[in-house]
């Protein structure tokens, strides 16, 4: 069977194959890179609002600890004015609400920042209200909220330098139909050499048979020629003649 005539569409429906899953991949590349360029402000946004609410949540409880612990008769170097702690209460109210927007509620570790960032807050609401309270309580949870925060940020520039999972999926499936079609491309080459090869012998073949069907048959033995009998003869001997 002859399938020549079937190469030029086959390598042609491979190549479309092979420009569409490049065209395709182009296009979720360009999208994602914009992607990632946003995630990557997105975490330089939420490391500087992170940094500000522990650092804000910090100067609040050792402002705090200072009033309750200055004599009125020293004067302390440190001491906070009373404007400047309202300042500081509210840019971390401020800050930890931006930074709660951010957050996906979806993602374990995000949740998990969450989490400790409210326990961070209340901690510092009952420092505050309670006369009797460590500043230990306060401090201990900016400590672990800044542990996790730090964990996150890892993970979302993991995410950066990955790629996103369209992007990922995209060049999975872009290479695995350029293998497939290197694969079929490689098949028909070697299927077309073959036949390339086998061709011109089944030619050959077929004419030898042909002549050698057509070419007279040789006997080996003498020829025997068998004549006619002549009409009127027979074979049986005559009877003698009576007397």
Do not use: C
């Not at 930890?96 to 807050?121: A, F, G, P, T």
């Not at 505050?128 to 730090?150: G, R, T």
């Not at 050698?212 to 006619?228: E, F, H, I, K």
């Amino acid at each position: 069977m002859n399938l020549t005539p079937l190469y030029p569409a086959l390598l042609t429906f491979a190549a479309a194959i092979v420009a569409g899953g490049v065209a395709r991949s182009n296009l979720i590349a360009t999208k994602e890179t914009k992607v990632s360029e946003f995630r990557q402000a997105w975490i330089n946004s939420l490391r500087e609002e992170l940094s500000t609410l522990f650092s804000n949540t910090r100067t609040l409880a050792r402002s705090v600890q200072e009033d309750r612990d200055s004599k009125p008769e020293i004067k302390s170097k440190f001491h906070f004015a009373q404007d400047k702690i309202t300042d500081v209460r509210h840019g971390a109210a401020e800050t930890y609400y931006r930074i709660k927007l951010r957050l996906n509620r979806d993602q374990d570790d995000h949740k998990e920042l969450l989490k400790l960032l409210r326990e961070m807050m209340e901690a510092q609401q009952r420092y505050m209200s309670d006369p009797a309270a460590d500043v230990q309580l306060p401090l201990n949870q900016v400590e672990k909220a800044s542990d996790q925060a730090e964990k996150v940020l890892k993970n979302e520039w993991r995410t950066v330098k990955g790629g996103e999972k369209a992007y990922r999926s995209a060049i999975n499936i872009t290479t695995w139909v350029l293998s497939v079609s290197v694969v079929i491309w490689i098949i028909l080459v070697a299927f077309s050499v073959y036949m390339a090869l086998t061709e011109p012998e089944q030619a050959t073949n077929g004419l030898t048979s042909l002549s050698t069907s057509q070419a007279p048959s040789r006997s080996t033995g003498p020829a025997t020629v068998s004549l006619p009998a002549a009409q009127g003869s027979s074979s049986a001997p005559k009877p003698p003649a009576s007397k």
